[in-house]
């Protein structure tokens, strides 16, 4: 069975493939102070809490960006699984072509969203991550990866009003009403959910006029299911667009 971990600046998402069928997915909070033993005994909890044991576990793929985290997990998986990870990074075999300034530089996450979206749907495919920042990433109709748009994310705005403003508190993230908000709390709610959906679609618009095409759109991340939902775009959802394009890099390095 092989495990994927996806560690984001928040959360860290695992999956349990058996084969190609996702067996179960699980989430962890991405704590920099944790260490190796600590994410060991989570995990450990974790696969017996899905009804899995560490000896079935037979392989591991881990994407990162928070790399102290990512050493974290990848050691207490070998501790715990006796297994080395293999790290999504330079030198591991994608079949990405990415024509952007410096290939190095794109993030794992951004790279496994890729390579999901290729396997599962038609290009050109635009990929819409929402999470800590949103992401917005643009394959061709060859399957390049041409770059994207990277946008603060629906929880950061929140923060950034709630801890910069005198009078303005933190609010669930749901979607008001109306769009003319008739307290605060519902005018914040439309600027997030409802601003965020016109942003997408805004940038939707131009990067369909820059393809020259329609492009398929799928969308991943924590709050996007919320948000596309107010998206004029037809945009797919797939909760596990990032899990499934770890499983294709491992079977390509494998």
């Keep these: 069975?092989?495990?994927?971990?996806?560690?984001?600046?928040?959360?860290?998402?695992?999956?349990?493939?058996e084969e190609s069928v996702l067996v179960f997915t699980s989430r962890l909070a991405t704590e920099t102070k944790?260490?190796?033993?600590?994410?060991?005994?989570?995990?450990?909890?974790?696969?017996?809490?899905?009804?899995?044991t560490a000896d079935e576990i037979e392989d591991s793929i881990i994407a990162s960006v928070v790399p102290s985290v990512g050493k974290s997990i990848s050691q207490a998986i070998s501790k715990l699984c006796d297994i080395v990870?293999?790290?999504l990074g330079p030198g591991v075999k994608t079949g990405l072509n990415i024509k952007i300034d410096?290939?190095?530089?794109?993030?794992?996450?951004?790279?496994?969203?890729?390579?999901?979206?290729?396997?599962?749907?038609?290009?050109?495919?635009?990929i819409i991550d929402m999470g800590t920042a949103s992401t917005i990433s643009v394959l061709d109709k060859n399957g390049t990866f041409l770059g994207g748009v990277i946008a603060a994310g629906v929880r950061l705005t929140l923060k950034?009003?709630?801890?910069?403003?005198?009078?303005?508190?933190?609010?669930?993230?749901?979607?008001?009403?109306?769009?003319?908000?008739?307290?605060t709390a519902e005018c914040m709610q439309s600027g997030?959910?409802?601003?965020?959906a016109a942003m997408?679609?805004?940038?939707?618009?131009?990067?369909?006029?820059?393809?020259?095409?329609?492009?398929?759109?799928?969308?991943?991340?924590?709050?996007?299911?919320?948000i596309?939902?107010?998206?004029?775009?037809?945009?797919?959802y797939n909760e596990n667009l990032l899990l499934d394009g770890l499983r294709v890099i491992y079977e390509k390095n494998n």
């Excluded at 996806?6 to 998402?13: F, L």
């Excluded at 997030?192 to 965020?196: K, Y």
């Design 160 to 183: 950034a009003l709630a801890e910069n403003t005198a009078q303005l508190n933190s609010i669930p993230i749901d979607a008001p009403k109306s769009v003319i908000g008739s307290n």
């Design 200 to 226: 997408i679609d805004g940038l939707l618009k131009r990067i369909e006029a820059e393809l020259g095409e329609t492009p398929t759109v799928v969308a991943t991340g924590g709050l996007s299911r919320d």
């Design 102 to 126: 410096n290939p190095a530089q794109l993030g794992a996450d951004l790279v496994a969203g890729a390579v999901g979206a290729l396997d599962c749907y038609t290009t050109p495919c635009v």
């Design 228 to 236: 596309i939902t107010h998206c004029d775009y037809d945009i797919i």
């Design 192 to 196: 997030l959910v409802f601003g965020t």
């Design 1 to 17: 069975m092989l495990l994927a971990v996806d560690i984001g600046n928040t959360n860290i998402t695992l999956g349990a493939f």
């Design 85 to 87: 990870p293999l790290m």
């Design 34 to 52: 944790k260490t190796a033993d600590q994410y060991a005994v989570e995990i450990k909890n974790l696969l017996e809490l899905n009804g899995l």
